[in-house]
T-cell receptor, first 117, second 114 residues
């Protein structure tokens, strides 16, 4: 149980285009999903917290107009990188909290490798 | 505020040797503590977690960790390393004042020599 999927697993796009990444909780309901960014050989950097039916909460320094997050249902959150540039190339990982969990445990997706050319 | 410090960005052990990955935390509220493992180009997998109760926590793949409040530590151990244990390991802390956020340490890369 507690499986989180991400789609796509990798994507290459041209500079200036937008890319959408989906995060789904497959076998549980998630009121809260998180989006992280990870650079090579580094830890995860929290970008934003996504709550179902409300606006996402962005961490300091993260451009909310560039990284659009939508949490339309209890099983789906999307991250759209708008007007992507090479510096947006990174590994993006989502996680989800089980609605029924009280331990703050997060279940992670497999990640999406974004390369902007 | 909460924070996590992992001592040693890289640890190398021989196959069959003891694995010890160190994690110290800072928290103003009772912490929930986690160890995750990440294999290359993959997401994170939960190894074990401490919430309340027994301070020695057993996880998957033979790993365990002990919560020591007096030392603010949550070190990860495994008696005998296997080649498949080579990966990146992250310690994380959360608590009820963070809205469910996980605060991660810098990570420790574990190498296992044959």
């Amino acid at each position: 149980g507690a499986v989180v999927s991400q789609h796509p697993s990798w994507v290459i796009c041209k500079s200036g285009t937008s890319v959408k990444i989906e995060c789904r909780s497959l076998d549980f309901q998630a009121t809260t999903m998180f989006w992280y960014r990870q650079f090579p050989k580094q830890s995860l950097m929290l970008m934003a917290t996504s709550n179902e039916g409300s606006k996402a909460t962005y961490e300091q320094g993260v451009e909310k107009d560039k990284f659009l997050i939508n949490h339309a249902s209890l099983t789906l959150s999307t991250l759209t990188v708008t007007s992507a540039h090479p510096e947006d190339s990174s590994f993006y990982i989502c996680s989800a909290r089980d609605l029924s969990s009280t331990s703050y445990e997060q279940y992670f997706g497999p990640g999406t490798r974004l390369t902007v050319t | 505020a909460q924070s996590v410090t992992q001592l040693g960005s890289h640890v190398s052990v021989s196959e069959g040797a003891l694995v010890l990955l160190r994690c110290n935390y800072s928290s103003s509220v009772p912490p929930y503590l986690f160890w995750y493992v990440q294999y290359p180009n993959q997401g994170l997998q939960l190894l074990l977690k401490y919430t309340t109760g027994a301070t020695l926590v057993k996880g998957i793949n033979g790993f365990e960790a002990e919560f020591k409040k007096s030392e603010t530590s949550f070190h990860l151990t495994k008696p005998s390393a296997h080649m498949s244990d080579a990966a990146e390991y992250f310690c994380a802390v959360s608590g009820n004042n963070q809205g469910g956020k996980l605060i991660f340490g810098q990570g420790t890369e574990l190498s296992v020599k044959p």
